[in-house]
C-alpha cells in the first residue's frame, strides 16, 4: 500500500532527484520502487547492518540480486571495485555532500575544499553514469553548502563562486559564516533539485508538545565546575569538560548529578521513554542505574545486532530506552510517546533526526519532546540547536 505522497512522487517517475521528505515518511519505499535495474545504495554503517533496504526491497517482492547496499566506509575505500550500476541511491545523502566555502589552489585555480566520501561518491557518478540518482535526507539544509553539494551529485552544476557569494559571508582570508538572511532563496533551490514535504504537508498530525525542564546541579558538581575554570583556561576545553560534567563526568568518572531522577520520573509517568544522551558513560550509568528498578536498554555503536533489539523494545509494555544521541537515524520506536534529550549532540541534524525516531506515517500520534537542562553549557547547546543550527565551541566558548 503506498500513500497518496508517496504514489504522487512515483507517478512522476524521476531520474534525477532529490527525496527531501520528513523522517518517518517512507522515503526508502519511494526509492525502491523508483529503482530500475541494478541498483547500489550508499548509506550510514549502522544502516547497512541493520539490513533496512534489503527488508525493504524483499517487503516489495523486487528481486534481492538486483540490489547491492555498502556502507559509506566501505564505498569510499573500494568506490574504485564497485562495478557500474543502473540506479545509484545515497540514503542520509547530507553525509555525501561534504563540500566546503573555504577554497585550496592549484596551478592558480581556485577549487572548493570537499569531504574524502564526497569526492569518492562524485568519482563513480562521473564514472559509471547510472541512468537514475536519487538522494534521500529528511535534513537538507544543514548549511547552504550541503544543499550545493546534493546539487552537484544530482547533476546541478552551479557556480561555485556565486553561490558562496549569495549564502555566505568571508570574515577572514578563506574563512566564511553563512548568511541566514537568504533562507528563502535556498529553501527554493532545494525544491528545485528534489521533492519537498513533511509528515503534517500530508496527513493531520496532532500538535506535539516540547518542554526544556531545568534540573539542578548537586553541589558536588558545582564545586567541579570551579576546578575546572582552574585546571583548564583554555576557554574551548573548558566548555567540553563543562558539559561532561553537567552530565555528571568529571575527569572520566560520575559524579552526583540529577538527570537520572529526572528521567525515572518520567518512565514513572509514561512507562515507555527513549533517552537520548552524548556520551557513553553517561549511558552506562544510567543503564546501571535505572535498571535496578525499570526495564532497560541501549543503543550505540557497539549494539550488535540493532533490529532484535529495536524489535524487543518496541514490543515491550515498560521501557526506558536509551540511545547515543549521535545514532539519529535508521531506527524506529514509533511506540513510545514521549523522548528525553538528557543531553544533546551538537549537531542539528541529529536532533531533527532524532524526534522523527518516535513519528512514523504509520503511526501517527502525539508526542512529548523534554530536554533536559542542568548548566550554561547545556542551555548554549539548547538555544543554538533550537535556531536550526550547530552548535560549535569555538563559536560560542568565549561568551559561555
Not at 553541589?219 to 567541579?224: A, D, F, I, P
Request: one cysteine or more; charged letters at 25%.
Amino acid at each position: 500500500m503506498l500513500y497518496a505522497h508517496q504514489q504522487a512522487i512515483i507517478d512522476k517517475d524521476p531520474t534525477h532527484r532529490g527525496l527531501f521528505l520528513g523522517t518517518g515518511s517512507g522515503k526508502t519505499r519511494i526509492a525502491c520502487l523508483l529503482a530500475r535495474g541494478r541498483t547500489l545504495v550508499v548509506c550510514p554503517k549502522t544502516i547497512a547492518e541493520d539490513r533496512v533496504w534489503e527488508r525493504e526491497w524483499e517487503e516489495l517482492g523486487l528481486d534481492p540480486s538486483m540490489l547491492k547496499v555498502v556502507s559509506k566506509e566501505k564505498f569510499k575505500k573500494h568506490v574504485k571495485k564497485i562495478p557500474r550500476v543502473m540506479t545509484f541511491i545515497g540514503d542520509e545523502a547530507h553525509t555525501l555532500a561534504g563540500v566546503q566555502p573555504s577554497t585550496y589552489q592549484v596551478n592558480y585555480k581556485k577549487y572548493p575544499k570537499t569531504s574524502q566520501i564526497f569526492t569518492a561518491t562524485r568519482e563513480y557518478l562521473q564514472r559509471a553514469k547510472p541512468k537514475r540518482v536519487y538522494m534521500l535526507t529528511a535534513t537538507p539544509i544543514p548549511n547552504p553548502m550541503v544543499v550545493y553539494g546534493l546539487a552537484y551529485l544530482l547533476g546541478h552544476h552551479w557556480n561555485f563562486g556565486e553561490f558562496r557569494d549569495e549564502f555566505y559571508y568571508e570574515i577572514k582570508r578563506n574563512i566564511f559564516v553563512v548568511n541566514h538572511s537568504k533562507k528563502e532563496q535556498l529553501a527554493q533551490m532545494v525544491n528545485d533539485i528534489g521533492e519537498v514535504g513533511k509528515l503534517d504537508d500530508w496527513f493531520d498530525v496532532p500538535d506535539q508538545t516540547y518542554k526544556t525542564d531545568s534540573v539542578e546541579l548537586t553541589t558536588e558538581q558545582k564545586r567541579h565546575i570551579k576546578d575546572i575554570r582552574l585546571l583548564y583556561p583554555d576557554p574551548l576545553v573548558q566548555v567540553g569538560k563543562m558539559h561532561q560534567l553537567e552530565q555528571g563526568i568529571y575527569e572520566g568518572n560520575m559524579v552526583k548529578e540529577n538527570k537520572t531522577k529526572a528521567i525515572a520520573t518520567l518512565a514513572d509517568e509514561f512507562k515507555k521513554v527513549v533517552v537520548f544522551a552524548k556520551y557513553t558513560a553517561q549511558i552506562k550509568h544510567y543503564a546501571k542505574v535505572l535498571s535496578k528498578k525499570y526495564n532497560v536498554m541501549t543503543l550505540t555503536g557497539d549494539t550488535k545486532e540493532r533490529g532484535d533489539v529495536l524489535d524487543k523494545a518496541n514490543e515491550a509494555p515498560e521501557m526506558i530506552f536509551i540511545v547515543q544521541a549521535q545514532i539519529s537515524a535508521g531506527w524506529a520506536l514509533p511506540h513510545y510517546p514521549i523522548m528525553a534529550f538528557a543531553s544533546e549532540s551538537y549537531s542539528y541534524i541529529d536532533r531533527e533526526q532524532g524526534e522523527g525516531r518516535v513519528q512514523r506515517v504509520n503511526n501517527i500520534k502525539k508526542n512529548l519532546y523534554v530536554t533536559l537542562v542542568a548548566g550554561d553549557v547545556d542551555r548554549k547547546v539548547r538555544e543554538i540547536i533550537n535556531k536550526k543550527q550547530d552548535f560549535v565551541i569555538a563559536m560560542h566558548a568565549e561568551n559561555i
